[in-house]
């Protein structure tokens, strides 16, 4: 079955990075999209980055410039280096694949951004 598997959250001070990573597997991961989403407490969920299959990006307006999003086919995974941090920057991230018209989840992984 698909799975998504994210990793690298943490607590960071203002202006620091973090590198998130998404193991997917269950699915041809080299052919599909694969997108970054966040949810701060009370907010919804909202898309933060994304990737085609062939490497076209898009991001949200308020990370575009410090986050980057890349993919490694090899390893079945998406990344997505965060710089820069704010405290609004404060959610739980979550990894996305649409997979035969089913969108799937990761369980997620907390980013705090806090002095």
């Known amino acids: 079955q698909v799975q998504l598997v994210e990793s690298g959250g943490g607590l960071v001070q203002p202006g620091g990075s973090l590198r998130l990573a998404c193991v997917g597997s269950?699915?041809?991961?080299?052919?599909?999209?694969l997108g970054w989403f966040r949810q701060a407490p009370g907010k919804e969920r909202e898309g933060v980055a994304f990737i085609s299959s062939s490497q076209e990006i898009k991001y949200a307006h308020s990370v575009k410039g410090r986050f980057t999003i890349t993919r490694d086919d090899a390893k079945n995974t998406v990344y997505l280096q965060m710089n820069g941090l704010k405290p609004e920057d404060t959610a739980v991230y979550y990894c996305n694949a649409d997979v035969s018209w089913i969108g799937y989840w990761g369980q997620g992984t907390q980013v705090t951004v806090s002095s």
């Open positions: 269950g699915f041809t991961f080299w052919t599909h999209a």
